[in-house]
């Protein structure tokens, strides 16, 4: 008998799950998700890497379950966040891109994020990490459900000692707070040393949070802003693998993992928390031996090609997901939300989303439809550059950026990409090519069709800059002005 038992869901949730899966628990979990930063679908040793160890990251798996194409909404840093955190194609809630120091506009307060599913249960809430999803009030996690934060507003490449920033941008914040006392800027990392003890703070921070709430509900969401660059280990993991300084910050990163179980474990709660692991988008190749592996799959991050797009995902809730399970269905980021609105009988949000329960797939149904009929890929200005419906894979003509087989930089140091590459519209079969390098569309007429016609419909609705269309359901972000210049 579990210790909560006075935070009982509504009796819709005591049905089974869809098929032959588990039942669905009686009591609400806790929620655990561990965000990464640009680490690629290849970069876990259950996955397939043999130079990067990722023992608590493959124990999750082995007792849980692991999916094999799972997605980002798109493959870049902001729009990814916002996907998970509200359950939308990022450019319906006006997200796009990659949002800068300068940028005046984030997501809108008003949309409904995890935190604000479970704050009606009296779950208590908090973020450590990334942002990245605006960082000027009212943006900042504590308008959006999290009852603390304590990390860094957008990515860590943003200050000027990194090569590749602008030296216009100021020095990278640390920021802090609570809803009672709001949420700003308490200190500042100008150079390395900073980034080398980020993990660490963040993992004992989302430790200590578990050692104040392991009494009652709680939802605890850890985008590490690691291994995005310029990567910073810890001095205990520094030249501690034969990857390099990569291999260093992922296993880190597991022991953050390992960390944050032990946690969860000495208070008893582990198999009462669903714990979730997945990453934002693939890895930022150009950067060689300071990026990760797509584990073969084409291009990375910048690209909807498989090895932008397809990224970690692993769950763990022993009372649903069985032990050593793995599912090949399609899922995707803005899945996130409704499933823990389902889990924990939470608040549904009253702005229309995109995403779909995977109670279903989590259970271990062999009956299970995929929770989509097609899954859609914008990137840049709103360009639908492609979508994945069952099997297949179909491009859209676009442009794109690639290395063209070229080496990555190295030493921290990028390779420049050619960003004149072309693909016209093509399609690709998964379960035989995975890797995107066969155009079957001359073959499968039928199947172009039917994909065609489920585009021109996400056309309509969330647009397309590719074909001049504006999607009448597309709700922009909130912009705060510009403060004005004195005299």
């Avoid at 509200?86 to 809108?108: E, F, H, K, Q, W």
């Avoid at 703070?201 to 392991?214: G, K």
């Amino acid at each position: 008998m579990t210790r909560h038992t006075s935070m009982i869901v509504p009796a819709l949730l005591f049905t089974l799950a869809c098929g032959f899966g588990k039942p669905l628990p009686a009591t609400p979990p806790n929620v655990v998700v561990i965000f990464t930063d640009d680490q690629g679908w290849g970069d876990l040793s259950c996955q397939g890497s043999e130079e990067i160890p990722t023992p608590h990251i493959d124990r999750l798996a082995a007792e849980g379950m692991r999916f094999t194409d799972f997605y980002a909404s798109q493959p870049v840093c902001s729009a990814s966040r916002a996907s998970l955190l509200t359950g939308c194609y990022a450019n319906r809630v006006g997200i796009r891109g990659a949002l800068v120091p300068s940028s005046r506009s984030g997501l809108d307060p008003d949309e409904h994020t995890i935190a604000e599913v479970v704050k009606p249960l009296g779950y208590a809430t908090a973020c450590y990490g990334k942002w990245h999803l605006g960082h000027l009030d009212p943006f900042v996690p504590t308008r959006q459900g999290f009852d603390e934060y304590y990390g860094i507003p957008y990515s860590n490449d943003m200050w000027p000692g990194h090569p590749e920033s602008p030296k216009a941008w100021p020095r990278l914040p640390i920021y802090a707070g609570d809803v009672e006392s709001g949420c700003g800027p308490i200190e500042y990392i100008d150079d390395l040393d900073g980034q080398d003890l980020i993990t660490r703070e963040l993992t004992e921070r989302a430790v200590d949070f578990i050692d104040r709430n392991a009494d009652g509900r709680f939802l605890l969401y850890v985008p590490h802003s690691m291994p995005h660059v310029p990567l910073g280990a810890g001095p205990a993991f520094r030249q501690s693998t034969m990857f390099g300084p990569y291999g260093d910050v992922i296993k880190e990163i597991d022991w953050s993992v390992g960390r944050i179980r032990e946690a969860l474990e000495r208070h008893g709660i582990l198999d009462e928390t669903i714990f979730i692991f997945t990453s934002d988008n693939g890895p930022w190749l150009s950067y060689g031996d300071h990026a990760g592996t797509t584990g073969g799959l084409r291009e990375g991050k910048g690209t909807t090609f498989e090895g932008g797009v397809r990224v970690p995902m692993i769950v763990r809730y022993p009372p649903l997901v069985p032990q050593g399970s793995v599912c090949s269905q399609p899922a995707m980021m803005i899945d996130v939300l409704p499933t823990i609105v389902e889990l924990t009988g939470g608040e549904h949000p009253t702005r229309k989303i995109d995403g779909r329960s995977i109670v279903p797939q989590l259970s271990g149904s062999r009956t299970a439809p995929d929770p989509h009929e097609a899954l859609f890929f914008w990137y840049r200005n709103d360009e639908l550059q492609a979508m994945r419906m069952g099997r297949w894979k179909l491009h859209f003509p676009h442009s794109y950026r690639s290395l063209e087989g070229r080496p990555g930089g190295n030493n921290g140091r990028p390779t420049k990409y050619n960003y004149g590459m072309r693909i016209g519209l093509e399609l690709f079969d998964m379960e035989s090519d995975p890797n995107e390098t066969t155009d079957v569309s001359g073959e499968h007429p039928e199947v172009l069709a039917r994909m065609t016609t489920l585009a021109d419909d996400a056309r309509r609705r969330l647009g397309d800059t590719l074909n001049d269309m504006t999607g009448d359901e597309v709700r922009p972000p909130r912009k705060v002005p510009a403060p004005e210049k004195q005299e």
